[in-house]
């Protein structure tokens, strides 16, 4: 992985995620914190979608914090890559 800075990406606005992304202490692992309008219905998939990501992109050691508001899978995919990519992490190609 490489060196991680302070990023975010998205906005506040409806049908949007805004995801802030900054480096966790060694050995954190991934800490998650997740804000949603619909936490109750969708924060389990919210959750999994985002570490999907951060798998893909071979990312530990991060802390995210996820205010959702009504988004669908492919925006939070998206913000989720905007902010590891404004991060400083060399995304993978074949994801992009």
């Given at each position: ?9 998205g906005t506040l606005e409806s049908n949007d995620i805004m995801i ?77």
């Amino acid at each position: 992985m490489n060196e991680l800075k302070p990023a975010q990406a998205g906005t506040l606005e409806s049908n949007d995620i805004m995801i802030t992304v900054a480096p966790g202490e060694k050995g954190s692992g991934i800490v998650l914190e997740l804000e949603s309008i619909v936490l109750a219905q969708y924060g389990q998939a919210i959750r999994r979608t985002i570490e999907a990501m951060l798998a893909e992109q071979n990312v530990t050691d991060i802390y995210v914090k996820a205010v959702d508001r009504g988004a669908l899978d492919c925006t939070i995919q998206a913000r989720t890559l905007a902010a590891l990519a404004r991060a400083g992490i060399i995304l993978r190609e074949e994801l992009i």
